[in-house]
């Protein structure tokens, strides 16, 4: 199933927020949306996934999800969104409560996704007891086990401490080598797009138009902390965004 | 480098703790306050019942039989009328809380009723219930009815939104996303709002009472005040007391075991 954006504008009010946006995401990659804050790279996101609606424009589903897909399009939360009265193991059954699967089938995908995500050792913690990244992991685990079509991820690593940043990058990594899945990644930081990025498209100062897309050949198993490689792209997203960066810093807010 | 200055801590208080034995040392040292000072005699027993008198007047109560007669109808009153109150109050507060429509409609007709203080429509009651239980059992859930609606939409207001669309995104149903979200977010909103609607439950049990009824705590003390038995007026009151303090332990429990998640 491939994810496509026709012609997409988007504002709220008078602001305009996303400009004429057409963008193809490819299956079984991870696709990466880099740009200044405010730029509308959540909006998108959130688009893509049908929480909001576009100004104008649409957002095409070509082809079917596969058979044992229950949630096609599915959300990774920059907050994690973890409901803090049910243990860990509840959480992820939260979203597969709606769905008619028997009892057993149900605990199995939990099992398998702890095991994934290397929770089961949490499976009756309650969120407040976890840290931010063994929450985001939750999350993670939450959103494999409706085996989604294409993941959703809004700066999911955003509020944790660059070491956790660093381990759960690894995750990541891990799990889509053993299991590749199709992913758009939205994220502040150029480092995080360039080592989970197949392609990363580089968004424009509000209202968000497509800059660039740069792609990375690299597999990301063999991307490490310090490639140079990598440490050039970096610099040069940084060089394509980094005036931008700094109007966008001056520019006043009235979202 | 001679100046040595230890810094000074500024960061005490605004951080309550529980602090056990305190509460009943305030009652205790209150209640030895009043009886010293009637037995000293600068209390005269005119202005103020000796607590002992009011304790006896309390055993007398128990022993004839006739404290479960009053206190099993209060009881009752008060379980049947609050029950029904807040059952609808949450009820209604959750649907203020989910519906713009029902919100426009009835936030104003909601503040309009909280005001009113419901004794004044006693008579109203009497009139369409009749005097017995029924008008009772109505003022109580009236009474009740509009502060749980307000404390519960608060709370569902207060629910958060991530967690909502958290629940969209993952194609929840509607019924699921409000009672497996919203329900149990808004549930700490809805128990505080519980202790001041029962409080106000109770108010509103003694003026029911003072109204036809023959038996109750409201009909005891309403007679002993017309008497000027202060021994007999204090032990009612007591009584409600003891009430107002068991029902919020009641509800501490249940928030403790409700709310269990909460930090």
């Given at each position: ?7 997409v ?20 990659k ?17 688009l ?15 082809g079917?999800?596969?058979e ?40 199995e995908?939990?099992?398998?996704v702890?095991a ?11 969120p407040?007891?976890?840290s ?31 070491q ?43 209202p ?48 | ?22 509460g ?67 009820g209604?507060g ?11 409609g009835?936030v ?5 009723l ?22 009772k ?28 669309r ?17 329900l149990p ?13 029962l ?8 003026a ?32 409600l007391s003891?009430?107002?303090v068991t ?13 269990k998640?909460?930090?």
């Open positions: 199933m491939d994810l496509l954006l026709e012609n504008c988007h504002s709220y009010g008078e602001t305009e927020v996303l400009r004429d946006i057409s963008l193809s995401i490819p299956s079984g991870i696709m990466c949306i880099v740009g200044p804050s405010g730029c509308g790279k959540s909006t998108l996101l959130r893509l996934g049908g929480l909001e609606r576009p100004s104008s424009g649409q957002v095409v589903q070509l079917t999800p596969p044992n897909c229950i949630n096609p399009l599915t959300y990774v939360f920059q907050d994690f969104a973890l409901l803090p009265w049910r243990t860990v193991e509840k959480n992820i059954g939260l979203v597969l409560e709606d769905h008619q699967i028997a009892k057993a089938r149900r605990a995908i939990i099992a398998d702890l994934r995500t290397k929770l089961t050792d949490f499976a009756g913690a309650l407040r007891q976890l931010g990244g063994m929450k985001q992991r939750v999350a993670l685990a939450r959103a494999l086990a409706v085996n989604p079509a294409v993941m959703l991820m809004d700066e999911p690593l955003s509020a944790l401490d660059s956790t940043r660093e381990l759960l990058m690894g995750d990541l990594v891990n799990l889509w080598t053993r299991q590749p899945f199709t992913a758009v990644y939205v994220t502040h930081n150029l480092n995080e797009a360039v080592r989970l990025g197949h392609s990363i498209v580089v968004l424009s100062r509000r968000g138009c497509i800059r660039e897309v740069v792609t990375i050949e690299k597999p990301l198993s063999e991307r490490q902390i310090r490639d140079s490689e990598l440490d050039a792209k970096q610099e040069y997203l940084w060089n394509l965004m980094r005036e931008e960066a700094a109007a966008a810093d001056q520019e006043l807010l009235n979202v | 480098m001679s100046d040595r200055k230890v810094v000074k801590f500024r960061g005490a208080g605004f951080a309550p703790i529980s602090k056990r034995g305190v009943p040392l305030v009652f205790i040292l209150l209640i030895g306050f009043l009886e010293f000072g009637t037995r000293v005699g600068f209390i005269s027993n005119l202005t103020m019942p000796r607590p002992s008198d009011v304790f006896w007047t309390f055993v007398n109560l128990w022993s004839s039989g006739l404290l479960w007669q009053h206190l099993i109808p209060s009881l009752t009153r008060l379980l049947v009328g609050s029950s029904l109150g807040i059952s609808a109050g949450i209604v959750v649907l203020v809380g989910l519906f713009s429509f029902i919100r426009a009835l104003p007709l909601v503040s309009a909280f005001p009113i203080p419901k004794i004044a429509l006693l008579p109203l009651f009497v009139i369409w219930f009749g005097i017995d239980e029924t008008s059992y109505a003022l109580i859930a009236f009474g009740t009815f509009t502060p749980t609606v307000v404390a519960t939409y608060g709370a569902v207001d207060n629910v958060d939104r991530s967690l909502i958290m629940g969209q995104s993952f194609n929840l149903s509607w019924l699921s996303i409000v009672t497996k979200i919203v977010g808004a549930m700490p909103g809805i128990l505080s709002g519980l202790r001041i609607s409080a106000i439950g109770i108010i509103l049990l003694v029911a009472e003072m109204l036809g009824a023959q038996y109750g705590i409201g009909a005891y003390i309403l007679e002993a005040g017309s008497l000027y038995d202060l021994e007999r007026l204090f032990t009612g009151v007591a009584i003891v009430m107002g029902i919020s332990a009641l509800i501490g429990r249940v928030e403790r075991r409700l709310l998640w909460r930090v």
